[in-house]
């Protein structure tokens, strides 16, 4: 069972799961403005430990357009399959001055638009 730490708190999450989902089961009030669907960033995290090697290419293009690639990662865009350390920079308490009320449409179970990991130097070897 992975373990998960966000902001120096763990808790264990269940294998495969949705980071994004991982993440608000946790407590966080992590945003997912889009519906967990690499359109909108607001799930992004920081990683402090246990980044995974490979991205889906849509989170790559939504990171690489919105000019936060090599900085942040999208939660609604990876599994736990290990343990993580990591920090949400978008919450529901850190945004409700930006006028959010809520954290957005829930995200499905499974990974959205597409579900092919890829290695980080195929994508950038792509643009």
């Known amino acids: ?8 708190q763990s808790h ?10 991982a993440i608000e089961e946790s407590g966080v ?33 939504k990171l ?6 090599g900085q942040y990662r999208l939660s609604c865009q990876i599994v736990c399959d290990h ?3 990591l920090s949400a920079a978008m919450t529901l308490e850190n945004q409700q001055a930006s006028g959010w009320t809520d954290t957005g449409p829930a ?9 092919a990991w890829l290695p980080r ?3 950038e070897k792509g643009g």
């Open 83 to 85: 343990d993580m350390a």
């Open 121 to 123: 130097s195929e994508l």
């Open 64 to 69: 690489k357009e919105r000019e936060l690639y």
């Open 1 to 8: 069972m992975p373990r998960l730490t966000i902001d120096g």
């Open 107 to 115: 995200p499905e179970p499974e990974v959205m638009p597409e579900a």
């Open 12 to 21: 264990d999450v269940a294998n495969g799961k949705r980071l994004v989902l």
């Open 29 to 61: 009030h992590i945003g997912h403005r889009c519906g967990g669907n690499a359109r909108c960033t607001t799930c992004r995290v920081e990683f402090q430990a246990g980044e995974p090697e490979t991205l889906t290419r849509a989170e790559y293009d």
